[in-house]
């Protein structure tokens, strides 16, 4: 409707990360060709990566939201800090790659290009405030994760799964392109905040159109973030990808999908948050039912943290499905740490991983406190903190989501929640136990490497740090979200 | 804040007595040697006994307020403060846990030789999580230390308990997980309907609809039940107790199962006395239930240290009892009785440890004829069975005769099957005792060049005597150690008697035809 706003060099202003992250990659493609030893690829990566952040803390404080692009482009409090968690996101991952993918023979400058390109995607998701940008956000995020997965190109399991990865996301891309193209031809628009004003306007809030509009775009980011009944592919792409793809995968993509999810269905459909509610409290459910109950039965680790990750994804969703600001916040507040824990778990699975040796058996961990108790105990560390025990980050998550919940007057899936949480321990437990009250069978070696340790670390440090004071982290996520502390 | 009495010291020794274990856990970290990690756990044990002693001292007894208060922002946003402090219900408690720490280490001194460190800085942790929920006023600094507190008791028990340790150990913290889940939900219902705050004091003045009494009630029992535990979800406590190492069935025994009942008193009985009341019948007959059960269950063990695991069941049904007949002499009998069973049963999986040491069984039948081997033995264990079964002169009775008396006083029956079970304690006890060391000797541990089994060595008889000595102690002069309680108690009796529906016992029966 206001079609005649003019784009300019001021516009250019809000997507300066975007741009960086997207240049950074170019130069790595570029470096790729004149230097030998990838590691220096990964840290000029590492370098962009930080330049990018710098950028967007320098964002950061302005405290109005900017638009740009004819309001296409919005950069607010809300897409900061999922920005921050996409870096963080692709700096660990970074981290933990450099040894591995080496291991693995599959250490290509591209690898480190098509990371930084993903996380683009992604940034452009959190601040799309029209579908179209959205779309376009998504899909470079997504054809960078489509060719990541398949990149250990030699070994079977990873084509299956770069393949099952595409068809089903090109799936999904139709839902949404659907969903978008309904939405549309309804009110006549694509962006978010004119969506809301069309359904006011022209009263068809109640309109069947907008239901299944509303329930394509569910759908299709149903796909990202893996909730069933739409989580097929998740525990066969963790399984195949590359596990530092893993990592990444987990994380990003379904922190961009809940970024999305949340400004979609809080600003263009927020006038139908009773419809949009009665679909993703069942979701909710069933995903935190499968997501725990079939965990329990996976004896391969990637496949085990794949289904903890569905299992995840519903307990997040919670926060949505309270509707209102602060439950999105403790939606934010979870992926933050969920960041941690999970890259943290992840990175400890690739520790295992040697010339040679696989190491995704959870039988592969028997005995692993005996002969590495340091990586035994941040394992444990982390899988506490998934389980959601104090004084871990895990529980200040669930508890955040679980007081939003609440406080929005659903105490009854607070309570299924609980159980499912209380289901889910069982598996996480069983590594521990593994690890710890099992004799070892066979000398396992740990591949370590300073960036790798550097990760751990951090993962660690942040998962006790955020459990004991909490504040640090809700200050901000408070802040950047609703605006006040 | 007219019910808190700041810190009189000049030092913040609340923090001091609970974060110290940590330091030393953290310390423990850096070093290698195992005996210089055995005597730094020990040196920092004792330290936080000795660190903690000026509040006994220092600890006003005639008024019901928090003591020794200290408080000051933790998670602003949410309206959570690190607030901790003391009254009479908890001040004993503490003491109870940091001298059962010591005698830990001690016992462990040398049945501990797989993963030294990481042993001690299980025990430095549970330690500092034990001392964590007696002192917290906060719902969410006490959830905090709650389930922290899971973590290294399941690794005590699945990492150096006994065969079927992992089983046990899994059990353990499953059960308790689910129901301090459920309580986690109970305390966010409770943040906003106690106007979003946590403060433990607040929530306790403030006043909640009845029905929602009722579920937070619930709520609050699935955590505390399991924990005490009480009859129906009482299952893992017997194979938990049995498979720990010596040190971890201390502490279970000792501290541990004595948060839930602690739990009942400082939170479901001041914040929803309206519920508390509706629910007296149910948990008596529980609690009989538990008494007499557990006391029959104890007739057909065979296994020496699972014998004592029943009989937890059956004194902590004691203990509920007495808490719920919602008395005087039935809260402050409860919590004297706490303690007593933390020393005798404590002391009793101490020489239980000790003797599996030297015989590598706890079969009952392989024993016999062990008061002629180790006479010291004999004559110690003596001494805690009596106290077990309720002797005049030991604190069994004391806490025994105050439990009777107020179930007397609640409900004639009541009094009258909790008799029962007093003697069909001494029953269990008395064969036990005789299995053990009268009857004839077992050939194998007779010829001595077999199995030499020596008597007690000093430092198990220094582990010893303060527990024996407690049982003298509060058996002949309990004084010293009600004189602490009672004006908290009267307090938490005022408590339940000032209810918004009091005497409204119509809108009660309302509720119940309701749902029925």
Redesign the interface.
């Known amino acids: 409707m206001n079609a005649e706003a003019v784009i300019g060099i001021a516009d250019i202003r809000p997507i300066v990360p975007e741009l960086t992250l997207i240049f950074a990659g170019l130069i790595l493609m570029m470096l790729d060709l004149i230097v030998k030893r990838k590691e220096i690829v990964a840290v000029v990566g590492i370098a962009g990566a930080l330049v990018a952040l710098f950028g967007t803390y320098k964002l950061y404080g302005i405290t109005v939201d900017q638009v740009a692009f004819a309001r296409m482009f919005v950069l607010d409090g809300y897409a900061s800090f999922f920005k921050l968690i996409f870096y963080l996101n692709l700096i660990l991952t970074i981290c933990i790659s450099i040894k591995y993918m080496v291991i693995e023979k599959a250490s290509f400058g591209e690898y480190y290009a098509l990371l930084m390109f993903s996380t683009a995607g992604m940034m452009i998701m959190a601040s799309a405030s029209d579908l179209i940008v959205l779309y376009l956000g998504l899909e470079l995020m997504a054809l960078s994760t489509y060719i990541l997965t398949g990149l250990m190109r030699k070994q079977p399991r990873s084509n299956e799964a770069a393949l099952k990865y595409f068809f089903l996301g090109a799936f999904s891309s139709a839902f949404l392109l659907y969903g978008i193209s309904l939405t549309y031809g309804l009110t006549g628009t694509t962006n978010l905040k004119e969506i809301a004003t069309a359904f006011h306007t022209l009263s068809i809030t109640g309109d069947p159109i907008a239901y299944l509009g509303l329930i394509f775009i569910i759908v299709a980011f149903g796909f990202k973030i893996a909730l069933v009944p739409f989580h097929m592919w998740a525990p066969d792409v963790y399984e195949g990808a590359p596990t530092s793809i893993t990592a990444f995968m987990s994380v990003g993509p379904k922190a961009a999908g809940f970024a999305v999810l949340g400004r979609v269905l809080f600003e263009a459909f927020g006038s139908m948050q009773v419809e949009w509610g009665a679909v993703l409290i069942p979701m909710a459910v069933i995903t935190m039912a499968v997501g725990s109950i079939i965990a329990l039965a996976q004896t391969n680790i990637k496949r085990m943290l794949a289904y903890s990750s569905i299992a995840h994804a519903g307990y997040m969703l919670l926060g949505i499905i309270a509707g209102t600001q602060a439950g999105l916040t403790s939606t934010a507040n979870y992926l933050m740490i969920y960041t941690f824990m999970n890259i943290g778990a992840f990175g400890i699975v690739i520790m295992l991983r040697s010339e040679g040796f696989q190491g995704e058996n959870l039988d592969d961990y028997k005995g692993l406190a005996k002969s590495h108790p340091l990586a035994s105990a941040l394992m444990l560390i982390f899988m506490f903190s998934l389980t959601g025990i104090p004084p871990t980050a895990g529980f200040i998550g669930k508890f955040y989501v679980f007081m939003e919940l609440i406080n929005a007057g659903y105490t009854y899936l607070a309570i299924i929640a609980v159980v499912f949480s209380a289901i889910s321990a069982f598996f996480y437990l069983r590594i521990i136990m593994y690890m710890y009250m099992k004799d070892p069978e066979g000398e396992v070696v740990l591949t370590t490497s300073p960036s790798l340790s550097i990760a751990l670390a951090v993962s660690a440090m942040m998962v006790l740090i955020i459990g004991v004071f909490p504040s640090i982290l809700l200050n901000l996520v408070r802040y950047s979200i609703l605006g006040t502390y | 804040m007219e019910d808190i009495i700041l810190n009189q010291l000049s030092y913040s020794i609340l923090s001091w007595t609970v974060f110290l274990p940590v330091i030393g856990a953290v310390l423990l970290l850096f070093m290698r040697s195992a005996n210089l990690i055995r005597w730094t756990t020990l040196g920092v044990t004792i330290a936080t006994f000795f660190i903690s002693l000026p509040i006994l001292s220092n600890f006003d007894k005639s008024t019901y307020k928090m003591q020794f208060v200290e408080k000051s922002d933790?998670?602003?946003?949410?309206g959570i403060n690190y607030f901790i402090g003391i009254d009479g219900i908890s001040v004993l408690f503490i003491f109870l846990t940091t001298i059962l720490s010591i005698l830990c280490v001690l016992v462990s001194w040398k049945s501990i030789e797989n993963?030294t460190k990481?042993f001690h800085i299980a025990i430095l942790t549970m330690e500092a999580g034990m001392l964590g929920v007696f002192v917290a006023l906060d719902f969410f600094l006490f959830?905090?230390f709650w389930?922290?507190m899971?973590?290294p008791m399941?690794?005590l028990i699945?990492?150096w308990g006994g065969k079927n340790?992992?089983y046990a150990?899994?059990k353990f913290?499953?059960y308790t997980?689910?129901g301090s889940?459920?309580m986690?939900?109970g305390i966010?219902?409770l943040?906003?309907a106690g106007g979003k705050t946590l403060d433990i004091l607040a929530l306790s003045r403030a006043q909640y609809p009845l029905q929602m009494q009722y579920w937070l009630f619930m709520a609050f029992f699935a955590a505390f039940a399991v924990k005490v535990p009480m009859f129906p979800v009482h299952t893992w406590l017997p194979d938990a107790h049995t498979e720990a190492p010596t040190a971890g069935s201390v502490i279970l025994a000792g501290v541990l199962i004595k948060m839930g009942a602690y739990g009942f008193l400082r939170f479901s009985m001041p914040m929803l006395p309206d519920a508390t009341k509706f629910f007296v019948g149910p948990i008596m007959v529980l609690s009989i239930v538990a008494i007499i059960y557990g006391a029959l269950v104890c007739f057909a063990q065979k296994d020496f240290k699972r014998l004592i695991a029943y009989s937890s069941v059956s004194h902590m049904g004691f203990v509920t009892l007495g808490l719920f007949a919602l008395n005087t002499q039935g809260i402050e009998g409860g919590i004297l009785q706490m303690l007593n069973h933390g020393i005798i049963t404590g002391a009793m999986f101490l020489m239980i440890g000790m003797i599996y040491e030297r015989t590598h069984t706890r079969v009952i039948a392989e024993y016999g004829g062990f008061a002629k081997l180790v006479p010291w033995y004999a004559g110690l264990f003596m001494i805690l069975t009596f106290a077990s079964v309720g002797l005049p002169g030991t604190n069994g009775f004391i806490g025994e005769f105050l439990i009777i008396f107020a179930a007397f006083k609640s409900k004639m029956i009541y009094g009258v099957l909790a008799t029962t079970g007093i003697i069909l304690g001494a029953g269990y006890m008395l064969w036990l005792y005789q299995r053990i060391f009268f009857q004839d000797a077992n050939p194998d541990y007779e010829a001595s060049g077999k199995h030499p089994v020596k008597d007690l060595e000093l430092r198990e008889v220094i582990a010893l005597v303060p527990l024996i000595i407690f049982i003298f102690w509060i058996g002949f002069h309990p004084n010293t150690f009600l004189e602490y309680m009672h004006a908290s108690v009267e307090h938490l009796i005022g408590q339940l008697n000032e209810t918004a529906y009091a005497g409204n016992e119509n809108m009660i029966a309302k509720y119940f035809m309701e749902i029925f």
């Open positions: 933790w998670i602003p946003s949410w993963k990481e959830y905090l389930e922290a899971l973590i399941f690794l699945g990492v340790r992992v150990a899994i913290f499953l997980l689910v889940l459920l986690l939900v966010v219902v943040y906003y």
